[in-house]
C-alpha cells in the first residue's frame, strides 16, 4: 500500500466561477492546479498529472494555441512547478518513476517534460482519438497542446486499455489494479475529456481517498449534482457522459463518505481535507474557487 499522499498546487488559471458548478459566484476565481505525489513501497515516487509548468507558455506561442492563453490566463511561476516543489523536499526527476495522467488536457501535462526518464501511464484513447486525430484548432479548442508532450511519449508510455480490469468499483464497473495490491485503482471518469481516469488510493493504514481529477471542478458539485453549466460543456468530450460520471461520483461519496473525493482543481478541498495538501491555495488576495463555503 502507499506510504504516503501529498497534494501540491503548481499554478492558476482564472475564471468566472459559475462557469465552474452550478451555483458559483459570479466573480473571477483564482483556479488552483494541483499534482498529486505518491510514494510506494517497491514502485517509488509517482505523480497523478503534472501540472503547469512553463513549457506552457513555449506552446502557446502561435495562432490557434495562442487563443488558450488569452481565453483562459493563468499565472506560472518556476518555484511552483512540480519538478521544483520535489526538488525542495529532496527528490530529484530522476527519482520519479511513474507519471499517472488522469488525461491530456494542458494543464495536467504541462510538466511533463521536467521528467524524461519517468514511465507514463494513460488511456490510449485519450492520446489517439481524443487529441491527436483532432484538428489544430480543435485542439486548441478542446484544451490540448501537443507540444507539451515529449518527443518519446508513446515510447515510454502504458496504455491502461492493455492492462487487465482487475476488479469492480461500484458504481463504476471494471476497473484496473495498477500495481496488483490494490494501491491505485484507476477509475474510469468519461466525459469532460476522452479517456479521463481518475485513481482510488489506498494507504498503509487503510485510509481511502479517490483523485476525481476534471470530473468536477468543485466540491460543491458533489453536494448538489450540478456540473458547469452549458457554455463550459461546450469544451467536453461528451457533456451526457459527464453528468453520468458525476452522478457515479455521489453515489460513491453517499457509499463511503469516509473516502475523500478530491477535485484537480478546487480550492475548498484543500479546506476540507487539510491532511492530504501540502498548503492551502492563496493567490495575491483574490478569491478562490470554491473557499467562499468555507469562510
Not at 271 to 291: C, Q, S
Request: charged share 20%; net charge negative; with cysteine.
Amino acid at each position: 500500500m502507499l506510504h504516503s499522499l501529498r497534494l501540491y498546487n503548481t499554478g492558476f488559471c482564472f475564471q468566472r466561477e459559475f462557469l465552474l458548478a452550478g451555483g458559483g459566484r459570479m466573480v473571477t476565481v483564482a483556479i488552483p492546479v494541483y499534482v498529486a505525489v505518491l510514494q510506494h513501497p517497491t514502485a517509488g515516487t509517482i505523480l497523478f498529472d503534472t501540472g503547469y509548468a512553463g513549457h506552457y507558455f513555449d506552446a502557446t506561442q502561435h495562432f490557434p494555441f495562442r487563443m488558450m492563453s488569452t481565453i483562459l490566463p493563468v499565472a506560472i511561476k518556476a518555484k511552483w512547478t512540480i519538478a521544483a516543489q520535489l526538488a525542495a523536499s529532496g527528490i530529484a526527476p530522476a527519482e520519479v518513476q511513474w507519471i499517472m495522467l488522469s488525461h491530456l488536457h494542458n494543464d495536467h501535462v504541462a510538466g511533463l517534460k521536467d521528467f524524461p526518464s519517468a514511465k507514463i501511464v494513460c488511456k490510449r484513447s485519450g492520446y489517439y482519438d481524443g487529441m491527436l486525430r483532432l484538428s489544430d484548432f480543435n485542439q486548441a479548442r478542446k484544451g490540448f497542446l501537443p507540444a507539451l508532450l515529449p518527443d518519446d511519449f508513446e515510447a515510454r508510455s502504458t496504455f491502461i486499455e492493455d492492462l487487465p480490469a482487475m476488479t469492480e468499483v461500484p458504481p463504476f464497473g471494471p476497473c484496473v489494479d495498477f500495481l496488483g495490491d490494490g494501491s491505485i485503482l484507476f477509475i474510469p471518469l468519461e466525459g469532460h475529456c476522452r479517456g479521463q481516469i481518475g485513481a482510488l488510493l489506498t494507504m498503509a493504514d487503510g485510509r481511502q481517498v479517490l483523485l476525481a481529477a476534471d470530473a468536477c471542478y468543485l466540491s460543491r458539485s458533489l453536494r448538489t449534482g450540478k456540473g458547469p453549466p452549458w457554455i463550459t460543456q461546450l469544451a467536453a468530450d461528451d457533456p451526457k457522459a459527464a453528468q453520468l460520471t458525476l452522478d457515479r461520483l455521489r453515489q460513491f461519496g453517499e457509499a463511503h463518505p469516509e473516502v475523500p473525493v478530491i477535485p484537480s482543481h478546487c480550492g475548498e478541498a484543500a479546506y476540507l481535507y487539510p491532511e492530504w495538501f501540502v498548503e492551502k491555495p492563496v493567490y495575491e488576495g483574490r478569491p478562490v474557487a470554491g473557499v467562499e463555503e468555507k469562510g
